[in-house]
């Protein structure tokens, strides 16, 4: 069965680096998503990415943030300058086009697990 | 403003008993409704989903979920707890509409004691 892919499982960095947290969503999708899990809390909505562009996104994705599918498989989450807060989980998703299916649902990746000390 | 509500942080079933997760949500359209399930190291799973139509919904592993516009809840259920059970839960609501966000409530964390 397809399912999406995420690398690494887990990334520690030092607060001010710049990280990459990498996805690859499954083959057919067109739309791509990213969310977090700051420990303890909800499950967040970052973005969503179709046709190479942003097609929603919430608050929290900032100008820190940003995505980019740099070849056909490869759907990608920068951040620049990590901040102690920016440790969570991370999750990438992907989903048809609705003109693809009657409904549309989302699947997710295992999770990047960031910690930013 | 649009919100999932999960009331219970925890919950702890014995095997082989019933088990009901609640949700309640808030949303301005017409919501579509999820149930995800998490194990430990795994990703969000999809148990169930609603759309439309008859408001009791089966879905994978044994769980149902059944949909209330009344009362704004989509309660999941399944009548026999088994250890592998044992995970966290997640409703969401959204539209259906590829593209635009899910909003999870916090999650349910379920034990199942045998």
Known sequence: EPEVTQTPSHQVTQMGQEVILRCVPISNHLYFYWYRQILGQKVEFLVSFYNNEISEKSEIFDDQFSVERPDGSNFTLKIRSTKLEDSAMYFCASSEALWQTVHYEQYFGPGTRLTVT | ?114
């Open chain 2, 1 to 114: 403003a649009q919100s999932v509500t999960q009331p219970d942080i925890h919950i702890t079933v014995s095997e082989g008993a019933s088990l009901e997760l609640r949700c309640n949500y808030s949303y301005g359209a017409t919501p579509y409704l999820f149930w995800y399930v998490q194990s430990p190291g795994q990703g969000l799973q999809l148990l169930l989903k609603y759309f439309s139509g008859d408001t009791l919904v089966q879905g994978i592993k044994g769980f149902e979920a059944e949909f209330k516009r009344s009362q704004s809840s989509f309660n999941l259920r399944k009548p026999s707890v088994h250890w592998s059970d044992a995970a966290e839960y997640f409703c969401a609501v959204g539209l259906n509409q590829a593209g635009t966000a899910l909003i999870f409530g916090k999650g349910t964390t379920l034990s199942v004691s045998s």
